[in-house]
T-cell receptor, first 113, second 116 residues
Framework: DAKTTQPPSMDCAEGRAANLPCNHS???????VYWYRQIHSQGPQYIIH???NNETNEMASLIITEDRKSSTLILPHATLRDTAVYYC??????????????FGKGTKLSVIP | DTGVSQDPRHKITKRGQNVTFRCDPI?????LYWYRQTLGQGPEFLTY????????KSRLLSDRFSAERPKGSFSTLEIQRTEQGDSAMYLC??????????????FGSGTRLTVV
C-alpha cells in the first residue's frame, strides 16, 4: 500500500468547516483513498472512501486531486463530537495486502467551542 | 445492536497468564480482522479470516498468539504466557468482501489488555 502523510494536529472552530489534508503521492491506479476516525477509547469509524471522483455522504466530503496525489476530507460544520484522530489510508481492492488497512499516526483534530 | 461486539472491554492480567478475547462480527460479514493498538499509535494489523479460514498473519503475531473463527462466526484471540509488551488495545473489525472495493470495515470498541 502507498504511504500517506498527514499533519499531526489541527484545530477547528465549532460550526466551521474542517479541512483535513492528506498526501499520497505514490498511490497506484487501483488504490482507493479511505478515511477513518477514532474518538478517544473507541474503535476506528469508517467515514468515506473514493477512487478518483469527489465523494459526499452524510458525514463528510472527500476531494481527490486530479493527479490523485493528495486528498482533503471536509467536515462541513464541525461539532465538538468531531474531535478525534483522523486517518487517511490508501488501499488496493485486489492483490497482496488488499485486505488490510495500514494506519499511520493520523491527524488529531480538536474542535474548539 | 448490530455492530461488532468485543468481550471483555478491559482485562488486567499477571505476566505469564493466558488470556482470551472474543469478537462477534456483524452477522452478514464474511471477513474478520484483528488489530492491535498501542498508546499514541495507529492500529496495526494482526490477522484476518475469510469465513472460517485464517488467510494471513502478521509478523507481529508471535507463536504465543492464536486466533480462531470456528464456523465462520465469532472469533477468539488467545495470548499465552502474556508479557508486559502485550499491553495494548486489541481491536476486532469485520467487513463484507466486495471485489471492486466498497464500504469500510466496522470496528468494535476493543479490549484493553493490561499486563502487570
Amino acid at each position: 500500500d502507498a504511504k500517506t502523510t498527514q499533519p499531526p494536529s489541527m484545530d477547528c472552530a465549532e460550526g466551521r468547516a474542517a479541512n483535513l489534508p492528506c498526501n499520497h503521492s505514490t498511490i497506484s491506479g487501483n488504490e482507493y483513498v479511505y478515511w477513518y476516525r477514532q474518538i478517544h477509547s473507541q474503535g476506528p469509524q469508517y467515514i468515506i472512501h473514493g477512487l478518483k471522483n469527489n465523494e459526499t455522504n452524510e458525514m463528510a466530503s472527500l476531494i481527490i486531486t486530479e493527479d490523485r496525489k493528495s486528498s482533503t476530507l471536509i467536515l462541513p460544520h464541525a461539532t465538538l463530537r468531531d474531535t478525534a484522530v483522523y486517518y487517511c489510508i490508501v488501499r488496493g481492492v485486489s492483490g497482496a495486502g488488499s485486505y488490510q488497512l495500514t494506519f499511520g499516526k493520523g491527524t488529531k483534530l480538536s474542535v474548539i467551542p | 445492536d448490530t455492530g461488532v461486539s468485543q468481550d471483555p472491554r478491559h482485562k488486567i492480567t499477571k505476566r505469564g497468564q493466558n488470556v482470551t478475547f472474543r469478537c462477534d462480527p456483524i452477522s452478514e460479514h464474511n471477513r474478520l480482522y484483528w488489530y492491535r493498538q498501542t498508546l499514541g499509535q495507529g492500529p496495526e494489523f494482526l490477522t484476518y479470516f475469510q469465513n472460517e479460514a485464517q488467510l494471513e498473519k502478521s509478523r507481529l503475531l508471535s507463536d504465543r498468539f492464536s486466533a480462531e473463527r470456528p464456523k465462520g462466526s465469532f472469533s477468539t484471540l488467545e495470548i499465552q504466557r502474556t508479557e508486559q509488551g502485550d499491553s495494548a488495545m486489541y481491536l476486532c473489525a469485520s467487513s463484507l468482501f466486495l471485489p471492486r472495493g466498497g464500504g469500510g470495515y466496522t470496528f468494535g470498541s476493543g479490549t484493553r489488555l493490561t499486563v502487570v
